[in-house]
Nanobody, 125 residues
Framework: QVHLGESGGGLVQRGGSLKLSCVVS????????MAWFRQAPGKEREREFV??????????HYGDAVKGRFTISRHDVLNTVYLQMDRLPPEATARYYC????????????????WGQGTQVTVSS
């Protein structure tokens, strides 16, 4: 059974940085494209695409709201995907989820097969 576990969330001031991690167990991590989504307060039915990386690590995509400030990366030996978040604005406050699907990344959350429980990020103003 595939399990995804996020960590690294917390409270940070406007302009600060956080690095999220997502460890994948029980599956062939090297075959997975990985993605990060977020769910903002009051938008419980909407999971916004944040970033994705394909199985080879060569293809990366970012949501318009985070381009230039967030960086996605992966470490296949550690079965981990990261999200480095810099210059955080208050509107980045959300619960952040990692998700996976085979090989090619997709910005549609419905295309992802496996999900973690999420980690909360709160950016104070």
């Amino acid at each position: 059974q595939v399990h995804l576990g996020e960590s690294g969330g917390g409270l940070v001031q406007r302009g600060g940085s956080l690095k999220l991690s997502c460890v994948v167990s029980g599956g062939a991590f090297a075959d997975y494209a990985m993605a990060w989504f977020r769910q903002a307060p009051g938008k419980e039915r909407e999971r916004e695409f944040v970033a994705s990386i394909n199985f080879s690590g060569n293809g990366k995509h970012y949501g318009d709201a985070v381009k230039g400030r967030f960086t996605i990366s992966r470490h296949d030996v550690l079965n981990t995907v990261y999200l480095q978040m810099d210059r955080l604005p208050p509107e980045a406050t959300a619960r952040y989820y990692c998700a996976s699907r085979y090989y090619s990344a997709d910005q549609n959350p419905d295309a992802c097969a496996y999900w973690g429980q999420g980690t909360q990020v709160t950016v104070s103003s």
